[in-house]
Antibody, heavy 119, light 108 residues
Framework: EVQLVQSGAEVKKPGATVKISCEVS????????LHWVQQAPGKGLEWMGL????????MYAEKFLGRVTIVADTSTDTAYMDLSSLRSEDTAVYYC????????????WGQGTLVTVSS | DIQMTQSPSSLSASVGDRVTITCQAS??????LNWYQQKPGKAPKLLIY???NLETGVPSRFSGGGSGTDFTFTISSLQPEDIATYYC??????????FGPGTKVDIK
């Protein structure tokens, strides 16, 4: 069974950096892209970026360029997302999701991690 | 960047009704269009991929169609468990992904 398990909720101050993890089990991570998706309270889904675990190459959405870093550790089948220079608008649930490289659909999702940015 | 619009933003229908949601892309995306269902407090779930293909295990009352810039998502007979927000999502050859703003579906 495929599972994506994310780290727990975080509370951060404005200007800080948050790091969220996503551990994947059930299939070889190198066959997939690992994505991160932001969902602010009561709002829609926003794709932040992805990493190719096979070569570590990331791709970021323009909105988050310069503030987001996505990496994957194939030795532990875990991906990480750092979001820096946090502001109140970054308060959101962050989801990791996988998509097969040959077919870019988000087929499996983590449970979500709530990040609250508050002074 | 490709922009996605959805309509309506919300709808209310009776159990058994046929429900249709439309999604429009700002440029031709061929059939690179997927549909997801998200229930409150849960992660999204893939329902339809490549515009019209039903994901394994998804009830046949869900269907999708369209190509190019205009797409539809239909629930042929609305059930109480279908209460959710539905999102379209496009992808392109440059590995860029965009979600539509979502359509919230309620029971009348």
């Amino acid at each position: 069974e495929v599972q994506l398990v994310q780290s727990g909720a975080e509370v951060k101050k404005p200007g800080a950096t948050v790091k969220i993890s996503c551990e994947v089990s059930g299939y070889p991570l190198t066959d997939y892209y690992l994505h991160w998706v932001q969902q602010a309270p009561g709002k829609g889904l926003e794709w932040m970026g992805l990493v190719d675990p096979e070569d570590g190459e990331p791709m970021y959405a323009e909105k988050f360029l310069g503030r987001v870093t996505i990496v994957a550790d194939t030795s532990t089948d875990t991906a990480y997302m750092d979001l820096s220079s946090l502001r109140s608008e970054d308060t959101a649930v962050y989801y990791c999701a996988t998509s097969p490289k040959i077919h870019p659909v988000f087929d499996h999702w983590g449970q979500g991690t709530l990040v609250t940015v508050s002074s | 960047d490709i922009q996605m619009t959805q309509s309506p933003s919300s709808l209310s229908a009776s159990v058994g009704d046929r429900v249709t949601i439309t999604c429009q892309a700002s440029q031709d995306i061929s059939n690179y269009l997927n549909w997801y269902q998200q229930k409150p407090g849960k992660a999204p779930k893939l329902l339809i991929y490549d515009a019209s293909n039903l994901e394994t295990g998804v009830p046949s009352r869900f269907s999708g169609g369209g190509s190019g810039t205009d797409f539809t998502f239909t629930i042929s007979s609305l059930q109480p468990e279908d209460i959710a927000t539905y999102y379209c999502q496009q992808y392109d050859n440059l590995l860029s992904f965009t979600f539509g703003p979502g359509t919230k579906v309620d029971i009348k």
